[in-house]
């Protein structure tokens, strides 16, 4: 996937309340120790307009949270939510499939997210991501309740995952039946991140809008500093 896509209007998204008052804009932070002069992106979303059910047999639809890349710039243990739509996307497009990204005001509910998105894909296969993490990929044809593929161990998702996740969608879309992506596992996830991961819900049902409708996004990736 290219590092810059056009997007119309976007408004760069505000820093990360998790991450403190210091936060930068979303996707942008200062190298962890021993990570050098690591690049440094950023993420604009821009509103294009209430999404529509597409007619591209070849797409999946990314559902985004209602505060994803907005209010929240970070997951549950600091992967930039610029990383985690750029893996998704770049798994999708190689692939040879086409990706939207939509915005789910309604509900932080990630079966309500995944699902919808399904139901919006011309393909019949959506992605569900919440602003910590947890991602589930669905069909348009299963129960709300079912799902392809969930990874509901948020603080166990890094880009790499991400990519896969967005691989596999893909496939799906193309009708073929891929392996799993590999689930991890860490029993001490939930007891060590459980606190936060209430809070962060707790904050991003502040911004759900019931009976909003869905909206399609443009998407810009750049490079920190390219302009």
Do not use: C
């Amino acid at each position: 996937m290219a590092d810059s896509t056009a997007a119309g209007g976007a408004v760069e998204s505000p820093a990360d309340p998790a991450e403190g008052p210091a936060g930068n804009a979303a996707g942008e932070r200062a190298p962890r120790p021993g990570e050098g002069t690591a690049t440094v992106r950023t993420l604009r979303l821009g509103e294009k307009g209430v999404a529509r059910p597409g007619r591209r047999p070849d797409e999946v639809v990314i559902g985004v949270s209602p505060a994803f890349g907005a209010f929240f710039s970070r997951t549950i243990v600091g992967v930039p939510h610029v990383e985690v739509l750029r893996e998704l996307l770049a798994g999708v497009e190689e692939q040879g499939v086409h990706a939207r990204v939509v915005r789910f005001l309604g509900s932080t509910d990630l079966a309500v997210i995944a699902h919808t998105a399904a139901r919006l894909s011309g393909s019949g296969i959506g992605v569900g991501v919440l602003s910590r993490g947890t991602t589930m990929i669905h069909q348009r044809d299963l129960l709300r309740l079912s799902n392809l593929e969930l990874f509901p161990q948020a603080p166990l998702m890094d880009p790499e995952t991400f990519r896969r996740v967005g691989g596999n969608a893909a496939r799906y879309a193309k009708g073929e039946s891929p392996e799993p992506v590999p689930s991890r596992n860490d029993h001490m996830a939930r007891p060590r991140w459980q606190a936060k991961a209430a809070l962060l819900h707790i904050k991003e049902t502040e911004f759900v809008r019931e009976g909003a409708e869905p909206v399609e996004l443009d998407v810009l990736i750049r490079v920190a500093g390219t302009g």
